[in-house]
């Protein structure tokens, strides 16, 4: 009788240490594996030299691509807890909103995108991608149709992509990854791949199968980074979205547009001044990024704003 106690104790201490290490694991989950360096393109610059060269800055031409149209809960995207959501009476539903893709010609450097749009394969076979079914249906896809994958974009524009410049590393930022020629530069924030949360854990595979075989991503090593070195073009830190979460000041031929990546993914978010909902790891630190955002366009109003997922 004792020895079966003893038995039914160990296994009881054997599956809890199991379940504990299973819970640390999940929570020590980063985005990806992928290999990162310093950034070996842009220069550290600050808020000042970005307001000047909204000015003096040489243009860039830009070009928006409507990937997909897609569906996702408003709760994801915008925080209805926030006094001015609640205030408006918003409730949760399921949103229309779209994935871009924005091709940016440099008049010397070349061809460029701010994040990817969405490609055949993750369209049409996310499993190939490591999205087996059960996440594809919790991800949404089945409320995704695509409107112009980016293998089109770039097969139509006979494109000679010189780099991608990412906004963060969420699936719906990669997902035209595969419409890209695996020996183009990629950019991402600082941090960005540092960053610990649980739902990596379920993301990690997809996002590693994806970077496979691919340059090692390339870091901002600050929070004003002149991309070019000409003022045509800055990255912002603006984490909290995700710990590396980028927005990009372009100096376009029609004048300076900020990218402001899912600092705020709706038009109303931005609007209004709410930060995203629960597809942040770090909420209060993405409002503090919003309101710099913010901040920078009051006091510069030429500058038109993009959001991550709709147009204002
Ligand atoms: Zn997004």
Not at 1 to 6: A, I, S, V
Not at 112 to 131: A, K
Not at 212 to 241: C, K, N, T
Not at 254 to 280: C, K, M, Q, R, Y
């Amino acid at each position: 009788m004792n020895k079966h106690k003893r038995y039914i104790k160990m296994v009881i201490g054997f599956l809890s240490l199991l379940f504990v290490s299973f819970i640390i694991w999940i929570n020590q989950a980063t985005p990806t594996s992928h290999p990162i360096i310093p950034s070996t393109l842009g220069q550290e610059s600050n808020y000042q030299s970005l307001v000047d060269s909204l000015s003096t800055g040489k243009k860039i031409s830009v070009n928006k691509v409507k990937s997909a149209n897609w569906k996702v809960p408003l709760s994801g995207l915008l925080n209805l807890e926030a006094d001015a959501a609640k205030h408006a009476g918003l409730e949760d539903h399921d949103e229309d909103i779209q994935i871009f893709t924005f091709h940016l010609k440099h008049p010397l450097h070349g061809n460029f995108l701010i994040d990817t749009g969405v490609s055949h394969q993750f369209y049409n076979d996310p499993q190939s991608l490591g999205i087996p079914s059960w996440l594809a249906s919790g991800y949404g896809l089945e409320k995704l149709t695509i409107l112009t994958a980016t293998d089109d974009y770039i097969k139509e524009k006979n494109l000679d992509l010189k780099g991608v410049f990412l906004t963060h590393l969420h699936l719906d930022h990669i997902s035209g990854m595969s419409a890209i020629d695996k020996h183009v530069p990629l950019y991402v924030g600082e941090g960005e791949t540092q960053e610990s949360y649980f739902l990596y854990a379920v993301t990690r595979n997809a996002t590693d199968i994806m970077l496979e075989g691919r340059p090692e991503l390339q870091e901002w090593p600050a929070e004003y980074i002149d991309v070019f070195g000409d003022g045509s073009m800055f990255a912002i830190h603006s984490p909290g979205h995700t710990a590396g979460s980028t927005a990009y000041l372009v100096n376009t031929v029609e004048g300076p547009v900020l990218f402001i990546g899912d600092a705020s993914h709706t038009a109303w978010g931005w609007n209004h001044g709410v930060e995203p909902g629960s597809f942040s790891t770090d909420q209060a630190r993405s409002r503090g990024s919003l309101d710099k955002l913010i901040k920078l366009v009051k006091s510069n109003p030429e500058i038109r704003v993009q959001p991550g997922h709709q147009s204002l």
